[in-house]
T-cell receptor, first 108, second 112 residues
Framework: DAKTTQPPSMDCAEGRAANLPCNHS???????VYWYRQIHSQGPQYIIH???NNETNEMASLIITEDRKSSTLILPHATLRDTAVYYC?????????FGTGTRLQVFP | NAGVTQTPKFRVLKTGQSMTLLCAQD?????MYWYRQDPGMGLRLIHY???????AKGEVPDGYNVSRLKKQNFLLGLESAAPSQTSVYFC???????????FGPGTRLTVL
């Protein structure tokens, strides 16, 4: 199963774009990249997912490199409420395998 | 819609005691999952189910059993609790495997 590598922590100023990187160099051709976040001690929340093309929804954008070995989650205008742990996950069969994620701190 | 609910929210057990955690979803989802999260760690999959009457092992299934007798419910059992099972337990459901998973609020379990 493909593993992901993320920086343990990042900071971002409120109102600025937050760009969260993820490496998944062993990803297979039919494996999706998913992003979830966990705010404080709540259950994780789905953000976005993609296979090959870039994706955008009301929460974020997902940029996947052409070789699919890495991706970037973009929160275009970070707010204090976006402070959370962000998980980049490669879907393994039907199972999400979580890593330790990136702790994003948004400051005023 | 309530989404995914978990019962109880908190529980303290003594070593060797047994208990069952209940997860319920009202979204008619086929897939259901049980995860545990230890301090400072990501979630680890315990067991999951791809439909009523089915169960399968995840990453860390030892010491746990599950049952999916009804589509909307997924039960997680601890037959003989151990301090190593102290954790926060999250349940999730999804329409199908690749779709987004909806998570419950978690159950905080302490085993003394």
């Amino acid at each position: 199963d493909a593993k992901t590598t993320q920086p343990p922590s990042m900071d971002c100023a409120e109102g600025r774009a937050a760009n969260l990187p993820c490496n998944h160099s062993t990803i297979s051709g039919n494996e999706y990249v998913y992003w979830y976040r966990q705010i404080h001690s709540q259950g994780p929340q789905y953000i976005i997912h993609g296979l090959k093309n870039n994706e955008t929804n009301e929460m974020a954008s997902l940029i996947i490199t052409e070789d699919r070995k890495s991706s970037t989650l973009i929160l275009p205008h970070a707010t204090l409420r976006d402070t959370a742990v962000y998980y980049c996950i490669v879907l393994y069969t039907d199972k999400l395998i979580f890593g330790t994620g990136t702790r994003l701190q948004v400051f005023p | 819609n309530a989404g995914v609910t978990q019962t109880p929210k908190f529980r303290v057990l003594k070593t060797g005691q047994s208990m069952t955690l209940l997860c319920a979803q009202d979204m008619n989802h086929e897939y259901m999952y049980w995860y545990r999260q230890d301090p400072g760690m990501g979630l680890r999959l315990i067991h999951y189910s791809v439909g009523e009457g089915t169960t399968a092992k995840g990453e860390v299934p030892d010491g746990y059993n599950v049952s999916r007798l009804k589509k909307q419910n997924f039960l997680l059992g601890l037959e003989s609790a151990a301090p190593s099972q102290t954790s926060v337990y999250f349940c999730a459901s999804s329409y199908s495997g690749p779709n987004e998973q909806f998570f419950g609020p978690g159950t905080r379990l302490t085993v003394l």
